[in-house]
Nanobody
Framework: QVQLVESGGGLVQAGGSLRLSCAAS????????MGWFRQAPGNERDFVAAITWRGGSTAYADSVKGRFTISRDNAKNTVYLQMNSLKPEDTAVYYCAAGRGTFVVLTTTYSYDRWGQGTQVTVSS
């Protein structure tokens, strides 16, 4: 089973960029769909972006479309989230997740059964 570790979070000014990485252990990473979610204090965990196991399909929350890009490198067992034009409302703990490999992008929390510990992203105004 895959284990996930996020990195790349931090403090950035509005308009700046960050790239989050999620490194997966195990030899079956390429068989999992992957997703990024975020949770701000007092809020539910919300979908951000997702990618299918082969990387052929992606999906984004409306709030991040055109600013964030999800990608994966199956040779490196890593999924990325490139975040550009960051806004204060992007401040949250960001989690990566692994779910059953399908040709359909998974966008709900209950579709994923493996989660990382999260990485904090703070965007100052």
């Amino acid at each position: 089973q895959v284990q996930l570790v996020e990195s790349g979070g931090g403090l950035v000014q509005a308009g700046g960029s960050l790239r989050l990485s999620c490194a997966a252990s195990g030899r079956t990473f390429s068989s999992y769909n992957m997703g990024w979610f975020r949770q701000a204090p007092g809020n539910e965990r919300d979908f951000v972006a997702a990618i299918t196991w082969r990387g052929g399909s992606t999906a984004y929350a409306d709030s991040v479309k055109g600013r964030f890009t999800i990608s994966r490198d199956n040779a490196k067992n890593t999924v990325y989230l490139q975040m550009n034009s960051l806004k204060p409302e992007d401040t949250a703990v960001y989690y990566c997740a692994a779910g059953r490999g399908t040709f359909v992008v998974l966008t709900t929390t209950y579709s994923y059964d493996r989660w990382g510990q999260g990485t904090q992203v703070t965007v100052s105004s």
